[in-house]
């Protein structure tokens, strides 16, 4: 090696160069990031822990930034520490570096502050060469295994330290070129099936490949392998794909990379080798107790890969009792248990560990805080702070508000029976039901036809993502509960089943045949219907009924933190009293959004509405209205009284009336006879309605300045509701809100007309109710004389759908044609009809707030776009000050726990 005599390394502060750690000691610790890397700081804290990490040592950053000052030279004294690093290793583990019977070999990985997935590089295996192979051979007894292991660390270290390229006609890589000649050499399909002969003489093509195009010889010593090794990490810190993502993340190059090299340990040396992963507590339930899979003799990536379905960690009642880790390998298995327990208390989280043990020896190789169910979230947390492990407000802060979701998702109704064809993993839970597809492209096309479908695959891989996200539930003949199909399914929150090992499937006919004990062989063909259970890992034909969902039963006592913490209230958009009744059920505190338009659909009312609109006068249309009036009394009255105590926000009629039309001949045919004119004259009305941009027309406020009789009828028909109930001693709180407006004028015009009905009805009725008049906020115009505006308003209430689509200028209906390209060409990162655009429209809130309660300080102020239940957007909202958001009910818990978390992350 070359070394720089420069003193630059020693100027920093006389740290050490290379950090030891392994056998319950570390020169570092967890909290030396910056030294270290992430990965070396872990591992040096899990040491510390006295975990059986297998032992190694950390090359620190400052040498990185050593390195590229000195001219990519090592600094003085490297050599020395890293022999005395290695000479660690080799008295822990009992193998000697590039000895010829019982070699060690080693892992040499990079390791920023941050962890920078697939930028930097890897090398296993290190210390293998044509001595040393045979050792291992000799020690695994398996020869297969050391050639297969030679082969590949020949092509790592090929491709990452020598720099091989790829060849540049057919991009292929040449190692990749090589092993497939040798497969169609040998009469093979899988690289399985190549024997250690066939490996050895691929090692030995390699090698000459690469003194071919190199020029090189390829380093059989072990020590010129390693600092080879430790180069080229160095050197990948400046390799494009990682100074991209630097400059995408804003990392400074100054940062450098740590170099861990680590004692390899091998899960698949014979029977009494094994890897698994392991959680600390129930993924799928939160359960306190230990959950995992593990496989005998094979590499870590067979677990996860699906290839082969693993074995449960715990023994359960089930026939897998015997074939659990916990039989099998009883003192590995209390020492992971331990293991475990130190590690779960030491982070304070649920813990995700890679674990392999080698020739009956335990090693800990990861652990890292576990990805979990919605269920799993609510009740570890809520656990946790009984376990006196964290407090309430860590408790909520470890929440997604988004996973909450699918503790909100349906289940199967348990006493509907079940026609069950097979039986997988409960992966994921849920219920989906939907068309039987076999492949992601099939699922998006099917689903762009508006079908709903299931996607089932022997095992899913990235590239299937597409298709999972289309589907409604995904099955899986193979792989695990930690396989790629039952992970990503968990994080989406979708209904999956995975390792249902009695399908057979058939790509190319379209179909999966299963053998149903008592039926025989049945056949689910392309676009056949059926149901998964995600819970209880059951396939039925047909389509089950499903039921709404059941919360861990720490759900309500987690959400009652969220409500103590938060300081936004929660209402919800609600239409009808059973949304009502649910949003009650989902907590909401009120309705914020009652909007009237859907209930001029109904069945039973829609030609009414239809005469009101085709009405030439005004007496026409009061005559039309008396016919509406009782059904939007009875309509107020059901939604009042099951939000009896809490305020609901009714908003006067807001779309363009054309969107209740008559647009067939039968149509037109009933509103001509019910106005009592020709079929040519109600076309004639209907065409005199058109407009060619309709979302700017006569629709919201403007309709009631022209046709003041709308709003009329609509205001006699809540406070008549409204003192009805009161009369019967229900405590209805009516908000009576104004659409669209644009221009204080128009507020005071219709706030005259409310209050002169309301005043009308009340003396009639001989009773009083409280109500108060408030707008929406959906024009920027409005945000800009909200102080003139709030002179007649009681409240405000942002509508951010429209408020986006007239500051974007971006049409509600019409932009979903390119909005797409611009997410794709990260214009946009979120859809801004989803989260808010704090930047334009936030801005104009702001300016709405400001002036609106530079007129009236306690003006009431909310929001009521689709933005009220997105975590962000609610954020966002509790620091501008607002007092409510109102949302979807099924959204109402997912935004009181972003309400609560937006309070507590001002703490
Ligand atoms: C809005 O514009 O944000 C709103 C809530 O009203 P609508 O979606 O009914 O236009
Ligand atoms: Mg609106």
């Given at each position: 090696m070359t070394t720089t005599s420069e003193p630059e390394v020693a100027a920093q502060a006389g740290r050490a160069l290379v950090y030891r750690f392994g056998d319950g000691t570390s020169d570092g610790t967890g909290e030396m990031r910056n030294l270290l890397g992430g990965k070396g700081a872990g591992l040096a804290e899990m040491s510390r822990l006295n975990i059986p990490v297998p032992p190694g040592f950390t090359v620190t950053t400052e040498v990185c930034n050593a390195f590229y000052a000195a001219g990519r030279q090592y600094p003085q004294g490297l050599d020395a520490d890293v022999r005395a690093g290695v000479a660690h290793i080799e008295r822990i583990v009992g193998a000697g570096f590039g000895d010829a019977e019982n070699p060690l070999l080693l892992s040499v990985r990079s390791g920023a502050r941050v962890s920078m997935p697939g930028m930097m590089d890897t090398v296993l295996n290190l210390g293998l060469n044509d001595v040393t192979v045979e050792g291992l051979a000799e020690r695994s007894q398996n020869p297969r295994f050391a050639y297969d292991s030679y082969r590949r660390f020949v092509a790592m270290y090929g491709d990452v330290v020598l720099g091989m390229e790829r060849d540049p006609v057919s991009d292929r890589d040449p190692f990749e070129a090589l092993l497939a000649a040798k497969k169609q050499a040998r009469g093979v399909e899988l690289d399985t099936e190549l024997d250690a002969e066939a490996l050895k003489e691929l090692v030995a093509e390699y090698k000459a490949e690469?003194?071919?195009?190199?020029?090189?010889?390829?380093?059989?010593?072990?020590?010129?392998?390693?600092?080879?090794?430790?180069?080229?990490?160095?050197?990948?810190?400046?390799?494009?794909?990682?100074?991209?993502?630097?400059?995408?993340?804003?990392?400074?190059?100054?940062?450098?990379?740590?170099?861990?090299?680590?004692?390899?340990?091998?899960?698949?040396?014979?029977?009494?080798?094994?890897?698994?992963?392991?959680?600390?507590?129930?993924?799928?339930?939160?359960?306190?107790r230990l959950s995992g899979e593990y496989l005998i003799n094979a590499q870590g990536e067979d677990v996860v890969a699906g290839a082969r379905t693993p074995q449960p960690v715990i023994a359960s009642a089930s026939a897998d009792y015997e074939r659990s880790f916990e039989r099998a390998m009883p003192d590995s298995y209390q020492q992971l248990e331990r293991a475990c327990a130190t590690l779960e208390e030491h982070f304070k989280e649920m813990q995700d560990i890679e674990f392999t043990v080698q020739q009956g020896r335990l090693w800990i190789l990861q652990t890292r805080s576990g990805k979990r169910t919605g269920h799993a979230m609510v009740k570890i947390a809520v656990d946790f702070v009984e376990e006196g492990v964290i407090d309430r407000d860590e408790a909520l802060r470890r929440q997604s508000p988004e996973q909450l979701e699918e503790l909100l998702h349906p289940v199967f109704d348990q006493d509907v029976e079940r026609d069950v064809i097979a039986k997988g993993l409960a992966a994921s839970p849920g219920a989906a039901v939907g068309r039987v597809v076999f492949s992601a492209d099939e699922a998006a096309e099917w689903v762009s036809r508006g079908e709903r479908v299931t996607l089932v695959r022997n095992e899913t891989s990235p590239e299937d993502i597409e298709g999972m996200i289309a589907a409604q539930g995904i099955l899986t003949a193979r792989g695990g509960m930690t396989s790629h199909a039952a992970v990503v399914a968990r994080g989406m929150g979708k209904c999956c089943v995975t390792g249902c090992g009695s399908l057979k499937i058939e790509y190319q006919q379209g179909r999966f045949t299963v053998d149903v004990p008592g039926q025989g062989s049945v056949t689910v063909e392309r676009g056949d219907v059926i149901s998964l259970d995600g819970t209880t890992g059951e396939v039925m034909l047909g389509e089950l009924p499903a039921l709404d969902p059941v919360p861990p039963e720490e759900y309500d006592l987690l959400m009652q933190w969220a409500d103590d913490a938060r300081r936004l209230e929660v209402r919800a958009n609600a239409d009808t009293p059973a949304d009502a009744a649910k949003a009650r059920v989902f907590g909401a505190h009120g309705i914020g959004l009652c909007r009237t338009e859907h209930m001029f659909f109904g069945d039973d009312r829609v030609l009414a509405v239809r005469e009101m609109i085709c009405a030439e006068n005004e007496a026409e249309r009061r005559e039309a209205l008396a016919k509406i009036l009782p059904m939007q009394r009875d309509d107020f009255s059901g939604i009042l009284r099951a939000m009896a105590g809490y305020p609901v926000t009714i908003r006067l009629l807001d779309p363009p009336l054309h969107e209740f039309l008559p647009t067939d001949e039968p149509e037109l045919l009933e509103v001509a006879e019910a106005l009592g004119i020709t079929l040519e004259e109600t076309e004639r009305r209907v065409a005199a309605l058109e407009e060619f941009n309709p979302m700017l027309g006569h629709r919201g406020v403007r309709l009631a300045i022209t046709f003041p009789e709308i709003y009329e009828t609509q205001v006699q028909a809540i406070i008549e509701a409204a003192c009805d109930l009161v009369a019967e001693g229900v405590d209805a709180k009516p908000e009576i809100m104004v659409p669209l407006v644009g221009m204080e004028a128009e507020l005071s015009q219709i706030r005259d007309l409310i209050n002169a009905m309301a005043r009308r009805v009340?003396?009639?009725?001989?009773?009083?109710?409280?109500?108060?008049?408030?707008?929406?906020?959906?024009?920027?115009?409005?945000?800009?004389?909200?102080?003139?505006?709030?002179?007649?308003?009681?409240?405000?209430?942002?509508?951010?759908?429209?408020l986006t689509q007239t500051t974007y200028g971006l049409s509600r209906d019409d932009s979903s044609r390119f909005l797409p390209a611009y997410l794709d060409r990260d214009l946009f990162t979120r859809d801004p009809f989803v989260e808010l655009d704090r930047d334009g429209v936030g801005a104009l809130m702001r300016i709405g707030i400001e002036r609106g309660r530079s007129t009236k300080p306690d003006l009431q102020v909310g929001i009521c776009g689709e933005h009220g239940g997105d975590p962000s957007s609610v954020e966002f909202c509790h620091q501008r000050g607002l007092d409510y958001v109102s949302c979807s009910p099924f959204r109402v818990p997912i935004a009181r726990l972003a309400a609560a978390q937006a309070a507590l992350s001002e703490d």
């Open positions: 690469i003194t071919e195009q190199l020029g090189v010889s390829f380093p059989d010593d072990s020590w010129e392998q390693l600092w080879g090794a430790v180069g080229a990490v160095f050197s990948s810190w400046e390799n494009p794909r990682a100074v991209v993502y630097r400059d995408i993340y804003g990392y400074p190059s100054d940062w450098g990379t740590a170099v861990t090299l680590q004692a390899m340990v091998f899960g698949n040396l014979g029977d009494d080798c094994a890897t698994g992963v392991v959680f600390t507590r129930d993924a799928a339930t939160g359960e306190r009340m003396d009639e009725r001989g009773t009083r109710v409280d109500f108060s008049i408030g707008t929406m906020i959906e024009l920027p115009r409005a945000c800009m004389v909200a102080d003139r505006i709030a002179e007649y308003a009681d409240f405000f209430s942002f509508g951010t759908n429209d």
